[in-house]
């Protein structure tokens, strides 16, 4: 107990000590795609090109019936016109949330890449087609493990998730069906703000607002 004083000490020093000059890149309103998907699937690709570790990783933040947000990172895994899409427990804490109030946001930081990417909008479930084949991508593992956790629910031991996972192996072998508390969530984007950083904190930031008739207006956010 004696020596955490330092350690505490130095570390809050440093963290307001510690800033970063932004100065890889530049976005305008005049060269980005006309949609956010579009624009998307380009900074993702540049994430990817870039061999960032998880580029997938996003932070998706819910809101409870009683209005707490909250959030937790997921892996995208699929983004189209259609929206942006993940898969967890539907029973979950994050589950209940977006039972009891479907909008949700999503973020991305690409930290190497100084970007961030800001997905607002209304999630809904996809089609149990949707989460059968993906859930029947999974290696077998995942999929077992699907049913072995009913997630983010108290559990007393560690053992308990084990012998759960054995006893579905024994009932199911390596063709267990998807659980019914299991599958995709899309969120449809109403806006998406994409932020490169610049130099001086004076930096770009350009969202996309959906209008009524489905297409996309572009603006320029102060930073
Ligand atoms: C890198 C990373 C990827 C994750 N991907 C997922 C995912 O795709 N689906 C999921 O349900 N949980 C994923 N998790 C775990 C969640 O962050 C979270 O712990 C879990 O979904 C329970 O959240 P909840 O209690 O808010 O519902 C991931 C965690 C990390 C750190």
Known sequence: MDNCLPILVTHT?????????????SL??????SDPFAQFKRWFRQALDAQLAEPNAMTLATVSADGRPDARIVLIKGADEQGFTFFTNYESRKGQELAANPFGC??????ELERQVRIEGRVEKVSAAESDAYYHSRPI????GAWASEQSAEVADRSIIEAREEA??????????RPPHWGGYRLVPDAVEFWQGRPSRLHDRIKYFRLADGQWRVARLSP
């Open 141 to 144: 593992g995942s999929r077992l």
């Open 168 to 177: 579905f192996r024994k009932q199911f072998g390596d063709a267990p069906p």
């Open 13 to 25: 020093l440093s963290l307001s000590d510690l800033r970063k000059n932004y100065a890889l890149g």
């Open 106 to 111: 999503l973020l991305f930081h690409w930290i």
């Open 28 to 33: 305008s309103e005049h060269d980005v795609a």
